[in-house]
Antibody, heavy 122, light 111 residues
Framework: QVQLQESGPGLVKPSQTLSLTCTVS??????????WSWIRQSAGKGLEWIGR???????RHNPSLKSRVTISVDTSKNQFSLKLSSVTAADTAVYYC??????????????WGQGTLVTVSS | QSVLTQPPSVSGAPGQRVTISCTGS?????????VHWYQQLPGTAPNLLIY???NRPSGVPDRFSGSQSGTSASLAITGLQAEDEADYYC???????????FGGGTKVTVL
């Protein structure tokens, strides 16, 4: 059974960079069959896809966030990470990592982490 | 304001049937992109409920069903149970935005 677990600071100051890591267990992130995504949920905007990475390192991002988002993968640790720069209060949300199968079209997110709340405040 | 429009809430008595609509446009559902549905119980992560418009993952009761027509999709829950009280979200892809999109969510209340 695949499990995903987010980790990182729960409080980030405005203008700083939010950094989160997702650790995958029960399966290899290098399998080549999956995309690994970050999704966030805030009270004001509901669920918002941030971006995804493939085991090769290729990425796709939400155009509205693209200039601030960096997603990377560390296959040796079976982890992938999110960095979101220049954060504001609007970036306060529960951040989820999730998996989707590599397929044509828009594959569903079949496994999710439990989520981690990140608050942006001074 | 979400690209995919869902009613904020629906309610029903135990045993009844409720439906949740997910209205999109010609650049997402109407363009043939799959619709997926998620159930989010209070305090937990979303859980995949329906994928590819009408398919149920293993373990999802057949009380849950999905359909799609034109620029809209629907989730139906038959034989409503107290444990179905949750938030439900639709998800698809929008070609004009080049982005994965979610509906705003619908809270199901069991009366």
């Amino acid at each position: 059974q695949v499990q995903l677990q987010e980790s990182g600071p729960g409080l980030v100051k405005p203008s700083q960079t939010l950094s989160l890591t997702c650790t995958v267990s029960g399966g290899s992130i290098s399998s080549g069959s999956y995309y690994w995504s970050w999704i966030r949920q805030s009270a004001g905007k509901g669920l918002e896809w941030i971006g995804r990475i493939y085991t090769s390192g290729s990425t796709r991002h939400n155009p509205s966030l693209k200039s601030r988002v960096t997603i990377s993968v560390d296959t040796s640790k079976n982890q992938f990470s999110l960095k979101l720069s220049s954060v504001t209060a609007a970036d306060t949300a529960v951040y989820y990592c999730a998996r989707s199968i590599v397929a044509a079209g828009t594959p569903p997110f079949d496994y999710w982490g439990q989520g981690t709340l990140v608050t942006v405040s001074s | 304001q979400s690209v995919l429009t869902q009613p904020p809430s629906v309610s029903g008595a135990p045993g009844q049937r409720v439906t949740i609509s997910c209205t999109g446009s010609s650049s997402n559902i109407g363009a043939g992109y799959d619709v997926h549905w998620y159930q989010q119980l209070p305090g937990t992560a979303p859980n995949l409920l329906i994928y590819g418009n009408f398919n149920r993952p293993s373990g999802v009761p057949d009380r849950f069903s999905g359909s799609q027509s034109g620029t809209s999709a629907s989730l139906a829950i038959t034989g409503l149970q107290a444990e179905d009280e949750a938030d439900y979200y639709c998800q698809s892809y929008d070609s004009s935005l080049s982005n994965v999109v979610f509906g705003g969510g619908t809270k199901v209340t069991v009366l």
